[in-house]
Structure formats: C-alpha cells, structure tokens
C-alpha cells in the first residue's frame, strides 16, 4: 500500500461548489503539506502543518482552508471553487530529521 | 523569498547519452536540496536528497551535487534510457525548516 494516499484522484466541479480534497499518510510524520501545481509553474505551497494543532499558510493560501483531524490525515478545502484553481494537488509529508519529502499520487481538480 | 530555476526545460537525447540537468537557487541558506522523478499523472518520486554539510549523493545511475555558495545543484544522469524519460524537479528546503521551494522542472526525452 502507498504511504501517501490522497483522494479523490480525479474531480470535476463547477464554479461555486464546496470540495475537500482529503491526504493519509502511514509513514508516521508530524510535517504535512498540500501543494498544487500549474504548467510551467512548478509547485507552490498552500498550506502546511507541523502538527495536529500547528497550521500555517504557504505562499497561496487564499481562497483555501485546512483541517488537520489527526496526525495521519490533512485535508484541504475550497470553501468556493473558481476556475482558476483548476490544478494538479499533491500532498506530501517530511521526515522531521532529514526533511525528506513524500507525496502523494495527487488530485486533478477541474474547476468549470 | 527563494528562486529555484531549472535549465534547461526540455531535453532530448539519444539513449546511451550522459546527460546533466541544472538547478540554481537564489538564497543560499538552505537546509537541503531534493531531486523529484515526475511521471504524466503521478505524484513525485524522490530521487536524492542533499543536505547542506553535503557536496554530493549518488544512487545507481544518478549524481546529485551541490555547491550553495554558488547557489547551484547538478543532477547527472549516465548511460541514459528510454525509461528515464520524466519530468525532474529540485526543491530546496530552507533553514527555518517551513517551506520548500520548487523549480518548474526539466522535462526529459530519452529515444530509443
């Protein structure tokens, strides 16, 4: 099984609609992050948790919210889907000594 | 805040070709630096990590190195193959130990 398990894969919604975007992880880290990633772009930060009761925004945190329900689980939210968050989201997690990072297999959001 | 630039962002060569792929940064305290495999469609796959205290990591065919007071890492790829063909991404992680940082990647062509 994948260490770091993100669902749904795939979504298409239309403009106005609320949607979570939920991450697992079995690798037992505290660090989670969700990331999205547009062409050309790379990946920008959304938001990142440290622990259950540490969250913080990242470089694009508008329009985005978090809930970290247990130190497995880090879900993302759109509170009011629009277009322009038609991207790829990954979340990935890093060890606490090395800061390796592990993601995810990502969601495709399609945003109409 | 940190730029990571990679160059060039498209590459085709011929299989067999021993081949280097750019990463250069623009803030110099860095924590590390993370190499990424990206496949169409899926997640990203960690390749090699390079802390700080470190000029360089090998993993079978591939060589990371580093040099921070230059603000650049290198990744060597020898005896290329078709399987070898992906997006690579660096990321560097900064000393306040909170973000990363992505480059837009080098997408790689090897042919047959």
């Known amino acids: 099984d994948a260490d770091v398990t993100q669902t749904p894969r795939n979504r298409i919604t239309k403009t106005g609609k609320r949607i979570m975007l939920e991450c697992s992880q079995t690798k037992g880290h505290d660090r989670m992050y969700w990331y999205r990633q547009d062409p050309g772009l790379g990946l920008r930060l959304i938001y990142y948790?440290?622990?259950?009761?540490?969250?913080n925004k990242g470089e694009i945190s508008d329009g985005y919210s978090v809930s970290r329900q247990a130190q497995a689980k880090f879900s993302l939210s759109l509170e009011s889907a629009i277009p322009n968050q038609t991207a790829l989201y990954f979340c990935?997690?890093?060890?606490?000594?090395?800061?390796?990072?592990?993601f995810g297999p990502g969601t495709r959001l399609t945003v109409t | 805040k940190q730029e990571v630039t990679q160059i060039p962002a498209a590459l085709s060569v011929p299989e067999g070709e021993n081949l280097v792929l750019n990463c250069s940064f623009t803030d110099s305290a860095i924590y590390n630096l993370q190499w990424f495999r990206q496949d169409p469609g899926k997640g990203l796959t960690s390749l090699l990590l390079i802390q700080s205290s470190q000029r360089e990591q090998t993993s079978g065919r591939l060589n990371a190195s580093l040099d921070k007071s230059s603000g650049r890492s290198t990744l060597y790829i020898a005896a290329s193959q078709p399987g070898d063909s992906a997006t690579y991404l660096c990321?560097?992680?900064?000393?306040?130990?909170?973000?990363?940082?992505f480059g837009s990647g080098t997408k790689l062509n090897v042919k047959p």
């Open positions: 990935a997690t890093s060890d606490a000594d090395s800061y390796e990072q592990y």
């Open positions: 990321a560097v992680g900064l000393n306040n130990f909170n973000k990363f940082y």
């Open positions: 948790s440290f622990d259950v009761k540490d969250i």
